[in-house]
């Protein structure tokens, strides 16, 4: 597990990096296609070419080769994530915002509920070559629709200002980045936790353990159609406490799962859990950013949420090698408490925003 989490905290720098793209993207008009457009097509060539790739590297004999390989993927896959991500702040109203981010982070948990359990089959009853060339396939389904969209002209294609950085010293916008790295350190070092610990302690087959990811990824879906309604309904302050005691009850209750047919219910409840969370943090970095650096601000506030997925999973690997997934899950659990005191610098004391 420590090997793994060093792995996946290397393999995630590339969206520590994200916030040069944004500004790339914001500045930089490529080829006269676009300021998003080209970038969307270019990140899902590299991630598609990388998958193709992988099954000719193997981890166990050339480790740093494959740490190498997944850079460069997850390099692609940041630079289509960061330009759709522009795409979203160009185009989208800002009552509707939550609506976005709970179909954006509902579109990517429904393609894992669609295709972990095939992931899993394949890759016990044909082969791991076979997953990658099928996901590099898969990849390329996105394409013909890019090349559909008819990119507008954003505000900060029109009106890109160093001068807005100056955001970045307000009180707001530093504890809303650090809200962002405390949520996500805990929910993903939580995450990649999960099939691990039911492997380990129940040894599961790789196919169940798909089947468990389809349950998360379900639970995800409905999290993200619930914090993206609930956000505009009973406002973000609410909500944001709403996902943070969620994320504490659902990552504590995985601490006591006693046997194969309990994990079901609470891998589901976790999912909701983490579901919620992603959508509330996305909406609410939409509506600080600035749109005379959407991307570019925008991407910042991701890259910091991306290193705390980072060092979350390093520290939560490295942590269940020594004290156990249990006791890890309940001290995850217990930082979501730490997010508190972050909320009245962030919505302010006294008024709800």
């Excluded at 080209?38 to 740490?67: E, K, N, R």
């Excluded at 330009?83 to 915002?97: I, M, R, Y």
């Excluded at 890259?303 to 890890?328: I, K, Y």
């Amino acid at each position: 597990m420590t090997d793994i989490g060093i792995f996946a905290s290397i393999a995630l720098i590339p969206f520590v990096l994200k916030v040069f793209l944004g500004i790339l993207s914001d500045r930089v008009n490529l080829l006269g296609m676009g300021h998003r457009k080209p970038y969307i097509l270019l990140g899902l060539l590299i991630q598609s070419l990388c998958l193709v790739i992988v099954p000719f590297i193997d981890p166990a004999t050339h480790y740093w080769g494959f740490v190498a390989l997944a850079f460069v993927l997850q390099m692609g896959m940041a630079l289509y994530d960061t330009c759709t991500d522009g795409l979203a702040l160009d185009t989208t109203p800002p009552d509707e915002q939550g609506i976005i981010q709970g179909f954006m982070v509902g579109g990517r948990a429904l393609a894992v509920v669609v295709t972990a359990s095939g992931v899993g089959l394949l890759a016990e009853y044909v082969s791991w070559s076979a997953v990658f060339w099928v996901l590099a396939a898969i990849t390329m389904i996105p394409i013909p629709m890019v090349l559909a969209v008819k990119e507008g002209a954003s505000a900060s294609s029109e009106g890109f200002d160093w001068s807005a950085f100056v955001a970045f010293k307000r009180k707001t916008i530093i504890y809303l980045a650090l809200l962002g790295f405390l949520f996500f350190f805990i929910i993903q070092g939580a995450n990649q936790l999960v099939n691990a610990f039911l492997e380990d302690e129940f040894s599961i087959s790789l196919s169940r353990a798909g089947y468990y990811t389809t349950i998360w990824g379900i639970g995800v879906v409905l999290g993200s159609a619930f914090g993206g309604r609930l956000y505009g309904k009973i406002g973000m302050k609410n909500t944001t406490r709403l996902a943070m005691f969620g994320g504490l009850v659902g990552i504590l209750l995985l601490a006591f799962i006693t046997g194969p047919g309990m994990a079901w219910p609470l891998v589901l409840l976790f999912g909701l859990a983490y579901g919620t969370q992603q959508t509330v943090y996305f909406a609410l970095a939409m509506k600080y950013t600035d749109p005379r650096i959407a991307a570019s601000m925008y991407s910042i506030l991701m890259a910091v949420t991306n290193v705390g997925q980072g060092a979350g999973m390093a520290v939560s690997g490295l942590l269940s090698d020594q004290v156990g997934f249990r006791w890890t899950f309940g001290v995850l659990a217990a930082l979501n408490l730490l997010a508190i005191p972050m909320l009245a610098p962030i919505f302010g004391r006294y008024k709800q925003t």
